[in-house]
């Protein structure tokens, strides 16, 4: 497979919890642990959130939460916030070498009603 | 602190070439990986591939061999993407990255906009 599979919107109140999926196979997120979450705001780099499924990098809240099961890894945003209104991309190792060994997901938008 | 910083924005016509550039700072160069990543305007992220700052051995992603090629100046700490034969379809930014021992990307450069036209 040539990338991940995301949902393409997920939207929540502030103060909610939301939950992006991201879908792969035993090539990359089934057997690997090497899942990563990036956060990109419009005209900016994206951003580390989550490395490893589930570890933050110093500094990024702890309103965002990885975790991972069979083929499928998730982002939790806890507490939405404004600012959280960006787009999300999943990232994996794969055994893939026609990919690199590493593949993207598709992007989720969020948006903060 | 650890900075990745890239060449600017850069205009040209179908069939020229251009050479992206990414001076990283704030760490030793050859300890990590440099990675590569196009975004065409509203897409989503796609890995070119990347580079190893020690062996200066790359990997390209399949739909990337050919007009696209990594390359190194140790001596000056920069990274290099350079592609070939420009077609609109290549417009886009591209980011250079450090890439950790597992499989992340945790430093990113500020993007480089690359638009063909003619």
């Known amino acids: 497979q040539s990338a991940l599979t995301q949902p393409a919107s997920v939207s929540g109140s502030p103060g909610q919890s939301i939950t992006i999926s991201c879908t792969g196979s035993?090539?990359?997120?089934?057997?690997?642990?090497?899942v990563s979450w990036y956060q990109q705001h419009p005209g900016k780099a994206p951003k580390l959130m989550i490395y490893?499924?589930?570890n933050r990098p110093s500094g990024v809240s702890n309103r965002f939460s990885g975790s991972k099961s069979g083929n499928t890894a998730s982002l939790t945003i806890s507490g939405l916030q404004a600012e959280d209104e960006a787009d999300y991309f999943c990232s994996s190792y794969t055994t893939s070498t026609t990919l690199a060994n590493y593949v993207f997901g598709t992007g989720t938008k969020v948006t903060v009603l | 602190q650890v900075q990745l910083v890239q060449s600017g924005s850069e205009l040209k016509k179908p069939g020229a070439s251009v050479k992206v550039s990414c001076g990283p700072s704030g760490y030793t160069f050859n300890s990590y990986a440099i990675n590569w990543v196009r975004q065409a305007p509203g897409q989503g992220l796609e890995w070119i591939g990347w580079?190893?700052?020690?062996?200066?051995?790359?990997t390209y992603a399949q739909a990337f061999t050919g007009r696209f090629v990594f390359s190194l100046d140790s001596s000056v700490s920069t990274a290099y993407l350079q592609v070939a034969s420009l077609k609109a379809e290549d417009t886009a930014v591209y980011y250079c990255g450090r890439l950790s021992g597992s499989w992340y990307i945790d430093y990113w450069g500020q993007g480089t906009l690359v638009t063909v036209s003619s």
């Open positions: 035993s090539s990359d997120v089934g057997d690997y642990y090497y």
């Open positions: 580079i190893n700052t020690n062996t200066g051995n790359p």
């Open positions: 490893d499924v589930t």
